[in-house]
């Protein structure tokens, strides 16, 4: 039996059309209610639906889409639930395998033992589960899955899928492997006891059991890549893949950019060596971990005499570049990875370091067809507010606590009155759209 961890699924050959739609969440962490997010474009606008949009399954999607508003207000908190929808899956497998070795990780003994944080600012809501939805586009088809989870215990688990029509391919109705319906592609795989217990989802368990169907839909979810720019530190996110000559020069060719010194790269991994694990971040990357791999980067500069080149010398990468050099160079690869493939990014605090010319620039990279030929879509939030006057409005969303500590997901398409010549960034400033700092 082999063990679906993040090394695997971060190696993913993308075919056909696949993408994000949308992601909901409700009792989780700042989230009493269900909040949702989508990709898909409001089909009454034609702003800038050329560059900034793209066609699938007879709807149009956002390349790029933008999450604002104040400190705190719980921008984070949606990547760490998407992140949690992740772990949730990847742990099923981890139950499923019954492997010492892996249970003996500390990260993973860790998640094994973490609850989910539910919505602590209402009595009631430790008494209800917690939900997790995602839909995915794959080969044109709309998969659509969710699940509950109270007090550790799967209590519903949902998956359809809709070309025309919606079909319903898992039902489950309680921890029970007896109180789960499969059909379709499904229907080969049978749950039992020893198979689907009341922890672990039955998507993943038939995953693990090379289901292709739900290997397709996980693989899917899995690829979705997640990165907070705030404890980003440049080491984290490579593999032989993308440490290849090849992907050295495409790296070199930005960073030169900004800065002109750097002449070159070098970088080695290492594995089977004691690296450092910062527990309290979320977002670390885990195949990283699970494989006990370094990164040694070292930066040739030139040296000069008089101005005259007269030898090179090799530095420290992460100790002589400033800190946002080491940023951009380590999301490099994942930007490389999902304009490659195809793929699906979130960031969370884009700018965390970067100038905002820099920022300009990926997502440029996202909107140009030339580079983003596959329509590899960027979820970020941001304070950038230059971002919102080269923007459509059906990309922009606005995060906001109210004085429940309940956060609230907003569109801007959605508010009404605003004209299409409207500074949009003035208005929010003013806090037209709410989620900003409320000062007194």
């Given at each position: 039996m082999e063990y679906y961890g993040y090394n695997k699924v971060r190696k993913i050959i993308k075919r056909g059309v696949n993408m994000l739609e949308s992601f909901r969440v409700s009792n989780f962490a700042s989230f009493k209610d269900e909040v949702y997010i989508t990709t898909l474009c409001n089909s009454s606008r034609?702003?800038?639906?050329?560059?900034?949009?793209?066609?699938?399954?007879?709807?149009?999607?956002?390349?790029?889409?933008?999450?604002?508003g104040a400190?705190?207000?719980?921008?984070?908190n949606l990547f760490l639930a998407l992140n949690k929808l992740r772990k949730t899956i990847v742990m099923s497998t981890v139950i499923g395998a019954k492997s010492n070795k892996i249970l003996e990780v500390p990260i993973i003994k860790k998640e094994l033992n973490s609850p989910i944080e539910n919505f602590k600012f209402d009595s009631d809501s430790k008494f209800k589960p917690t939900l997790f939805g995602i839909d995915v586009i794959i080969d044109e088809m709309l998969y659509s899955y969710e699940f509950e989870i109270l007090d550790g215990k799967i209590i519903s688990e949902l998956l359809t899928k809709k070309n025309k029509r919606k079909e319903v391919l898992i039902k489950r109705t309680s921890p029970s492997f007896e109180d789960i319906i499969l059909r379709s592609d499904l229907a080969k795989f049978k749950p039992n006891v020893n198979v689907v217990r009341e922890n672990s989802l039955c998507l993943a368990m038939a995953a693990l059991l090379n289901n292709k169907l739900a290997n397709e839909i996980i693989n899917e979810i899995m690829g979705i890549d997640i990165i907070n720019m705030a404890n980003m530190n440049g080491n984290t996110r490579f593999n032989e893949e993308n440490t290849s000559e090849e992907f050295i020069h495409r790296y070199l060719d930005i960073l030169k950019s900004v800065d002109p010194t750097l002449k070159n790269l070098i970088i080695e991994l290492k594995e089977n060596c004691d690296i450092p694990v910062d527990e309290d971040d979320e977002f670390q990357s885990k195949d990283v971990i699970i494989k006990n791999i370094r990164v040694d980067v070292s930066s040739v500069h030139d040296v000069y005499k008089e101005h005259r080149k007269v030898s090179e010398i090799e530095l420290p990468f992460l100790k002589y570049e400033s800190n946002g050099t080491v940023k951009l160079f380590g999301i490099l690869p994942s930007i490389f990875e999902a304009l490659d493939t195809g793929g699906v990014l979130f960031i969370d605090e884009l700018e965390n370091g970067l100038h905002p010319l820099v920022v300009?620039?990926?997502?440029?990279?996202?909107?140009d067809t030339s580079i983003?030929?596959?329509?590899?879509?960027?979820?970020?939030?941001t304070h950038n507010t230059l971002l919102l006057e080269e923007c459509r409005r059906d990309q922009v969303w606005f995060m906001d606590k109210n004085e429940y500590g309940e956060s609230k997901l907003l569109r801007?398409?959605?508010?009404?009155?605003?004209?299409?010549?409207?500074?949009?960034?003035?208005?929010y400033l003013k806090g037209v759209f709410g989620a900003i700092p409320k000062f007194k």
């Open positions: 034609k702003e800038l639906i050329k560059t900034n949009t793209f066609e699938c399954r007879d709807s149009r999607y956002n390349k790029v889409t933008y999450i604002y400190n705190g207000s719980g921008k984070t300009e620039f990926i997502i440029k990279l996202f909107n983003n030929p596959k329509n590899a879509q960027l979820i970020c939030s801007l398409s959605d508010f009404l009155n605003i004209r299409k010549n409207d500074n949009i960034s003035e208005k």
